[in-house]
């Protein structure tokens, strides 16, 4: 008999998690004006809102915490960080940063002008947003089997060289400041991008004169899938493909509350002196001192191992393949859910799962609401809502896609919590046809509504 799979780790320290009824779940949400980011966390009994900031730390780091040097400048923590960014990415300058949005505030007020395009695959929402607050314009160029969410294509993280060519042709050189990699591409489901495919940007970026930068939040993991799925990487190292994807780019953002393993933080990672020296006075306004920009000592000493960490083997497999246990009890149930199933979290497909809901009714953020009524389990919108209004129109923009997204913290839950989660959604989705009815905006605010947002039922 071949012995069945195990975590590679035991558990040292526990954190309660309550059960709630459905008579509280439905109090909660409504004083929460229908919108999930306003619950308290102990009204939440599954929390897969996000991934970010949201994963346990290792005994290691816990003793790293220690260490901190709280030094204001040049701490020896700030040296330990350098040393282990450096080691994992290849680039040799560091900006610490409080998190990753904070790394785009920094970076784009270097680099972004108004009315500059920055190509890419699905921005994340910060990046547009510090994008659109600036006056420039992001325009994703994805590969359309992205938006297909049964297309079994390996890497849907991909850039279409067409599409990213069509920029480069239709704009002067001076109003592209770079080409945006974002791996996984968060917006389009935590699918990976191919090193075949970042090579290519790389190559036509090069021909075009425009630099390439990643948006790194989930480096670790996009590697572990072109270690698994991309012919001639499955004998490289994670270590080793994470080093070959970062030799194409002039630099990355990052958020290290995702493969950093730590709860905040960020950073940005770069070769060129002179965005070094400008964006180090940004940093400094923004941020604070170059050598801890809104990170505490012991914060970086704990990232500085988290990142030697996340590049483990043994720590990806059973990260990714808890994403994909999840995925594959709702598949075998019929619910329908992207597939392949991505990195970090599980896509739900909400436009088909609630067939009766009209779109003006926001149709993710209404099945979020019933997973939570359900069990307590705490999805969110990749809909309507995310997508925010046109800047100029003001008018609703509706996505090609309607998702739930149910994100895995890592290293939190275990699989009897997927099993939990999984029965709840397939509850809801044996009662799919009596949910005729969304939701309606009664407060908002100008851009990343999504957060704040207060809804009333239809
Ligand atoms: C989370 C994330 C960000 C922003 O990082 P924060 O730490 O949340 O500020 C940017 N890009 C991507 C792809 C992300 O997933």
């Not at 939440?44 to 709280?70: N, P, R």
């Not at 190509?119 to 994703?140: L, Y």
Request: charge should be negative; glycine fraction near 6%.
């Amino acid at each position: 008999m071949e012995l069945p799979w195990a975590e590679p780790y035991r558990i040292k320290m526990v954190e309660s998690i309550a059960r709630s009824t459905r008579e509280q779940r439905e109090e909660w949400i409504k004083r929460s004006k229908y919108n999930l980011f306003k619950l308290n966390s102990d009204e939440v009994f599954i929390d897969l809102l996000t991934d970010s900031g949201t994963g346990a730390m290792s005994d290691a780091q816990w003793a790293a915490l220690m260490t901190g040097d709280e030094s204001y400048a040049g701490s020896r923590s700030y040296r330990m960080l350098h040393k282990s960014v450096e080691e994992i990415t290849g680039f040799p300058l560091l900006l610490p940063v409080h998190q990753g949005r904070a790394a785009e505030n920094v970076l784009f007020s270097v680099l972004l002008k108004e009315d500059m395009v920055i190509p890419g695959n699905a921005h994340f929402d910060t990046t547009k947003g510090h994008i659109e607050m600036r006056r420039a314009h992001a325009v994703d160029c994805t590969i359309d089997e992205a938006y297909d969410i049964y297309d079994a294509h390996p890497f849907k993280g991909n850039i279409d060289l067409e599409k990213l060519e069509r920029v480069y042709k239709e704009h002067d050189k001076e109003r592209i400041p770079f080409c945006l990699i974002t791996v996984t591409c968060n917006t389009s489901g935590g699918q990976p991008v191919s090193m075949e495919n970042i090579r290519a940007v790389k190559e036509l970026s090069d021909r075009y004169g425009v630099p390439v930068w990643f948006d790194a939040a989930r480096y670790a993991e996009n590697a572990y899938f072109i270690q698994q799925r991309e012919e001639g990487y499955a004998e490289k190292s994670v270590r080793e493909i994470v080093r070959e994807m970062f030799s194409y780019g002039q630099g990355m953002t990052m958020s290290s509350k995702k493969d950093g393993l730590v709860n905040i933080g960020g950073f940005i990672a770069l070769r060129d002196e002179e965005i070094y020296r400008a964006a180090s006075n940004f940093t400094i306004i923004y941020e604070g001192y170059v050598t801890y920009g809104g990170m505490s000592g012991r914060d970086m000493a704990a990232l500085a191992v988290g990142l030697q960490e996340s590049a483990g083997e043994d720590y990806l497999e059973t990260r990714i393949e808890q994403v994909r246990y999840l995925g594959e009890k709702l598949h075998e149930a019929g619910v329908p859910i992207q597939y392949p199933v991505g990195g970090h979290a599980v896509f739900v497909d909400a436009t088909k799962f609630l067939p009766n809901v009209p779109k003006e009714e926001y149709i993710a953020q209404t099945l979020a609401i019933e997973l939570y009524l359900e069990a307590g389990v705490r999805g969110v919108e990749i809909g309507t809502l995310l997508a925010d209004r046109d800047p100029e129109t003001r008018e609703n923009r509706y996505p090609r896609l309607e998702l739930l997204r149910l994100a895995l913290p890592r290293r939190t839950y275990t699989n009897n919590h997927m099993d939990y989660v999984a029965a709840a959604l397939i509850r809801v989705y044996e009662r799919r046809e009596e949910i005729t009815k969304g939701y309606k905006i009664v407060y908002e605010p100008e851009i990343l509504r999504h957060f704040s947002v207060e809804l009333e039922k239809n």
